[in-house]
Every structure is written in structure tokens, then in C-alpha cells.
């Protein structure tokens, strides 16, 4: 299986390509916008650097939320184009899932989601301990505490800093976007499926008002 990976819902644009498990080439930027113009150019180029055409690419797997919301519609709409195109099939992989993969244990995927907010997932050898969410920051370090109890423990993502109060000693990995190596290790375990956006809250953006 040649797996294509995705990920542009965060502060980075990271693409990987993987076969049964091995690395071919993989380019990762770190970015605030400008995603969907830069996400193109990087395939073609780890398609290159891997000498693989994407005719033999079977799975498209990509990052489909929380996150940006534009950046995370750019991922997937290049996901489904590109394997309706080859006929490839689709994965969807959440990003704090991918953010968790960082670290083996005990590990919480944090991503900072402004307004005082994080979304956050707790998970334990890569099995979820809680759904993905979006909380106050205090009532976050409170449901992390609860959870975890004192035991050793991983904060990964850009929320991490955040809830550090919550959790001393615990290790941090202040990840800006997803690693799409880890979005393809994940996308090999799982059954194929559609692209569906995970949206825990409503877009900042709002739609002008009518005028009168």
C-alpha cells in the first residue's frame, strides 16, 4: 500500500509519502496561511523525490479538523480531487489522534483554539480516553487532571503550554501541525471512508449583515 499523507489544518503544511510502512520522502513548512497555495507544489515534489508517479499512490490519507477552518477544508478538497482523480481511496485522520502519535503512554493533544479555548483529547497508546473537545482553558486542566490522576504524561500540540499548570513535570512537545508521517502510520490501521470535516465549534468567521 502507497500511502499519501496530508496535513494542513495547523501552523504547517506537511506531506508524507509512505509504502508499507517505510518513509519514500516527506517536506513539512511551518506556516500561518497560505496553505492551499503552497500544498500542490509540495506533493509534486515528494512525489519527485521519491521517483513514485501518483497513478500507483492507493490511499490518500489527510488531517480533517480540529483546526483551521480553511486550512482544513484546503486538505481535504486536495485529498478528494487527487484520489477521485486515480481512483484511490480516502482516510480521515483527526489531528489530535496525529498530534498524540508524538509520544507513546499517557499523552495529551492540546491545540491552541484562542478565546481563552483548547481542543484537547486525552489518549493512551494511541486509544482515546476521552473525545476530541473544545473547553475553557480551566475547565481543560481540570478534565486533564482528573484524568490522568498524576501519572506520567505527554502534552503535545501548540495548546500544550497551556495546561502545563495542570500537569508538572509532564513532557511537552509544542508541535505547530502534524507530522504526516504519523498521519500515514495511523491512516494504515483503519478502513477506508469519506472525508468528513470535525468541527468543534462554529468558524470565526461571520457573514456581513444585510443592509436594511
Known amino acids: 500500500m ?15 509519502l509512505v509504502s508499507d510502512g517505510g518513509i519514500l520522502a516527506h517536506a ?3 506556516m500561518a496561511r497560505g496553505h492551499q497555495e503552497r500544498l500542490a507544489p509540495m506533493v509534486e515534489r515528494v512525489l519527485a523525490e521519491a521517483g513514485v508517479p501518483p497513478g500507483v499512490v492507493t490511499r490518500v490519507a489527510v488531517t480533517v479538523g480540529p483546526g483551521s477552518f480553511t486550512g482544513l477544508r484546503v ?3 486536495f485529498a ?6 486515480l481512483g ?12 498524540a502519535a508524538e509520544a507513546d503512554g499517557l499523552v495529551c493533544a492540546a491545540i491552541d483554539a484562542r478565546r481563552d ?21 480551566g475547565t481543560a486542566a481540570a478534565r486533564l487532571a482528573e484524568i490522568t490522576r498524576g501519572r506520567s504524561l505527554t502534552l503535545a500540540g501548540s495548546g500544550a503550554a497551556l495546561l502545563a499548570d495542570a500537569a508538572p513535570g509532564a513532557r511537552i512537545i509544542p508541535a505547530e501541525g502534524c507530522d504526516a ?11 477506508a471512508g469519506p472525508l468528513i470535516p470535525l468541527y468543534l465549534r462554529a468558524p470565526d468567521a461571520k457573514l456581513p449583515a444585510a443592509r436594511a
Open 75 to 77: 486538505g481535504i478538497a
Open 88 to 99: 484511490a481511496e480516502t482516510v480521515g485522520v483527526g489531528v489530535l489522534e496525529a498530534l
Open 181 to 191: 508521517r504519523r498521519v500515514a502510520r495511523i491512516a494504515a490501521t483503519r478502513g
Open 80 to 85: 478528494k480531487g487527487f484520489a477521485q482523480a
Open 28 to 30: 513539512s513548512e511551518a
Open 2 to 16: 502507497i500511502i499519501l499523507a496530508l496535513d494542513t489544518c495547523l501552523g504547517a503544511c506537511s506531506v508524507a
Open 117 to 137: 479555548q483548547v481542543y484537547l483529547q486525552v489518549l493512551e497508546d494511541g486509544v482515546p480516553l476521552m473525545a476530541p473537545d473544545v473547553l475553557p482553558i
